[in-house]
C-alpha cells in the first residue's frame, strides 16, 4: 500500500467547473496536510496546506481534511484553463529524526476552455 | 525574497562519472531537503538537513550518494559513480519550520547515459 494515494487522472473539467480532486494517506500519525501544484516541466508551488478537521478556504481553493477517515480532497471552484496542472497531495509527520513529507504520484486535471 | 536556487538545471553524464548537485535553500530557512523524482514515479525523499546535520537521511538510495550542508547554508548532493537508474529530476527544497510546507528549487535533470 502506498503512504500517499492519489488516482492518476487525468481528471478533464470544463472551465467554471468545481474540480475535486482526493487523496488518501496511510499513516494515522500524520499531521500536516499540503497541496501543491505542479506545471509541466516546473517545479511542485504550495497552494494549500491544512492541518485540522474541516474545510480550509483561500481563494478559489478549498481543502478538506478528515482524519478519522485518512482522506485529503482540494476542491477548486470556478476552474480555469490555467488551473490545467498535476497536483500533488502531500502528508506529513513525525519520522525517525524528525518530519518528512511524503508525496503522491498527483492527479493531472485539465480543464477545458 | 530570493527562491531555493539549484544549479546546474541539467546534467548530461556516462555511467560511472560524479556529479554535484547544488542547493541554496532560502536564507533563514534552517530545514532544507532533497527529492528526486523519476520517470513516471511520484516525488521520493532522499534526505533532511536542519541546519548543518543530517536529521533523516532514510531515503538515500545506497552509499553512492553523499549529501552535505557545510555550515548550514548550501547543500551538495554527489552521485559517485553514476549509474544509468539515478536519471530523474532531483529536487532541492527549504522550510522555516520541520512541519510547514516546503518551497522548492527548480530542479535539476540528471541524464546518465
Known amino acids: 500500500q502506498k503512504e500517499v494515494e492519489q488516482n492518476s487522472g487525468p481528471l478533464s473539467v470544463p472551465e467554471g467547473a468545481i474540480a475535486s480532486l482526493n487523496c488518501t494517506y496511510s499513516d494515522r500519525g500524520s499531521q500536516s496536510f499540503f497541496w501543491y501544484r505542479q506545471y509541466s516541466g516546473k517545479s511542485p508551488e504550495l497552494i494549500m496546506s491544512i492541518y485540522s478537521n474541516g474545510d480550509k478556504e483561500d481563494g478559489r481553493f478549498t481543502a478538506q481534511l478528515n482524519k478519522a477517515s485518512q482522506y485529503v480532497s482540494l476542491l477548486i471552484r470556478d476552474s480555469q484553463p490555467s488551473d490545467s496542472a498535476t497536483y500533488l497531495c502531500?502528508?506529513?509527520?513525525?519520522?525517525?529524526?524528525?518530519?518528512?513529507?511524503?508525496f503522491g504520484a498527483g492527479t493531472r486535471l485539465f480543464v477545458k476552455a | 525574497e530570493a527562491g531555493v536556487t539549484q544549479f546546474p538545471s541539467h546534467s548530461v553524464i556516462e555511467k560511472g562519472q560524479t556529479v554535484t548537485l547544488r542547493c541554496d535553500p532560502i536564507s533563514g530557512h534552517d530545514n532544507l531537503y532533497w527529492y528526486r523524482r523519476v520517470m513516471g514515479k511520484e516525488i521520493k525523499f532522499l534526505l533532511h538537513?536542519?541546519?548543518?546535520?543530517?536529521?533523516?537521511e532514510s531515503g538515500m538510495p545506497n552509499n553512492r550518494f553523499l549529501a552535505e550542508r557545510t555550515g548550514g547554508t548550501y547543500s551538495t548532493l554527489k552521485v559517485q559513480p553514476a549509474e544509468l537508474e539515478d536519471s530523474g529530476v532531483y529536487f532541492c527544497?527549504?522550510?522555516?519550520?520541520?512541519?510547514?510546507?516546503?518551497?522548492f528549487g527548480s530542479g535539476t535533470r540528471l541524464t546518465v547515459v
Open positions: 527544497a527549504s522550510s522555516f519550520h520541520g512541519s510547514y510546507g516546503y518551497t
Open positions: 502531500a502528508v506529513n509527520g513525525p519520522h525517525t529524526g524528525g518530519f518528512k513529507t511524503i
Open positions: 538537513f536542519v541546519k548543518e546535520s543530517k536529521q533523516d
